[in-house]
Each structure stands twice: as C-alpha cells, then as structure tokens.
C-alpha cells in the first residue's frame, strides 16, 4: 500500500485525475470505478478539465458505479446513477451507454447483485476503482463487520452512515436504509485501487485502515491485502498518521517512472 499525503482536496483530485489520464492513454478503453459523495468531486473536476484541454481523452472510456440505493427510482435526482451521469459521465462527455450500474429499483435485489457482479466480469474488470472511506472505516457501503471475501450484495446502512448522507436529501427519513454494493472481494478483484479521503473527521479511520490490523470491523483496512493500492489523503486526514513523515519521505524518494 502507497501512501500519498497532499497538501489539500483540490491536490488530490489533480494527482489521481493525473494517474486516470495516463491509464486512458495506456488502455483508451479503460473501465473506471467511481464513488460517490463530496470527498471525489475534485477528482472528476479535474478530470473534466483535461478533458476539456485535450490533456486527457475519455471518448472510449467506461464508468462503473460503486454501489446503488435501493428503492430510489432511476431518475431521482439523488439515486447514485443519476450523481454518477450528472458528476461523471455528462462533464466528460460521454453517453449514458459508457456507463454500467447495479438496479437498485429491481423487484429481486438478490438477483441484480448477482448480475452486476457478473456484468463487471464479462467487462473484463475495473482496472482503477476510486474510493472513499466513510468516518466508521467503511468503503462503498461495506459497513463494520462486513465480509473481506463478499460479493455484490445488499447492506443495510448504519444510522451513522445515514446521518453522514441526509445532507444530500431534504430529511434524514428520505435516507434510504438499504443498498447494494460492490462486496470487499469485489472491489479487491480491481487491478489499482484509489482511495482518496480529506478532513480531519476521517483521520481516525485512515489511520485504521493503514496503520491498523486487517480486521472487518474496519472494511477499508482491506485494502492492505491488495498488490496495487493508492491512499491519497490531505494533511488533515493524515493527522493520525503515526508514520506520515515516513510516508512522505518514500513518496519524496519514488522514481517519476514508477507513477501513481
């Protein structure tokens, strides 16, 4: 696991929309996993950018969703496919048709699990997953104890998680109580995975999910099982950090070569 301290968001989201452009310039076709919430908007913004510039070409890319509410038609404004067309997939131009994403209105969850987890698959798989760690360590919506070996499936949030969402709904009673995600095996099967966290209120969890031991009480310290992953956190969240100067020296040290 790398470790990568920045000096704030806006840094963050122009190192990893960095590493996003030279993926597409290596596989133009590249399938890209992306989260929700406020922590990645700089990231896509900076993405977008490139794209604008021609520093970037996205035309041939896909998107991939992390995870889904349950229940939430497609067209709500708050629905993950829609934050996901609106944040992602519109600013980068392209067709809703790059775009793939688990059905949380099914009438058989179980089974749209399972075929999302199949669809990722017969995709050829993630080649770079974008995530963020929640306050309690959770990554997707992998809540505290989940399984390090689960699949696609549908969770049922913790009140913290839901507390952490109802600023994005007009009451937390909007908040919806179930969703699917991509399990903690899942998200391991992509071959680099990104998780980018910023604030002081995710100082603690980073701290566990890096410095911790593996455990499933925090999901996110799974990522230390994984050849090929990436924390970029800013100086606040990695104020826990007990070997933040040694990161920082090691990434001070890293060949240009060797990139993100």
Not at 62 to 84: A, F, T, W
Not at 117 to 122: K, S
Not at 177 to 195: K, Y
Request: overall charge negative; glycine content about 8%.
């Amino acid at each position: 696991m790398e470790v990568i301290i920045v000096p704030d968001p806006a840094a963050g989201g122009e190192l990893i929309a960095d590493a996003m452009a030279d993926l597409l310039r290596r596989k133009p076709d590249a399938l890209l996993g992306v989260a929700t919430g406020s922590t990645p908007l700089p990231v896509y913004e900076a993405l977008a950018a490139k794209v604008r510039t021609r520093d970037a070409d996205a035309s041939r890319a896909r998107i991939c969703q992390l995870d889904e509410y349950v229940g939430l038609p497609c067209g709500h404004p708050e629905s993950y496919r829609s934050v996901v067309l609106r944040e992602v997939v519109e600013p980068l131009g392209l067709d809703e048709e790059a775009f793939m994403g688990p059905d949380g209105a099914a009438e058989d969850v179980a089974a749209a699990c399972l075929a999302y987890d199949r669809a990722l698959a017969e995709a050829g798989g993630v080649d770079l997953q974008l995530l963020g760690i929640g306050t309690d360590g959770h990554i997707g919506f992998n809540e505290p104890c989940s399984s390090l070996a689960s699949r696609t499936r549908i969770k049922t949030l913790t009140e913290q998680t839901r507390r952490d969402n109802a600023r994005f709904f007009d009451d937390l009673d909007e908040v919806p109580h179930h969703v699917i995600t991509q399990g903690i095996g899942t998200i391991l099967d992509a071959r680099h995975l990104v998780l980018l966290a910023t604030g002081e209120a995710k100082a603690d969890a980073v701290a566990q999910a890096v410095e911790g031991p593996l455990c499933a009480l925090v999901p996110a310290s799974a990522l230390q099982l994984h050849p090929h992953a990436t924390v970029v956190v800013d100086e606040a969240a990695a104020s826990r950090l007990k070997l933040a100067d040694y990161f920082r020296a090691t990434y001070a040290a890293k060949p240009a070569w060797q990139g993100l």
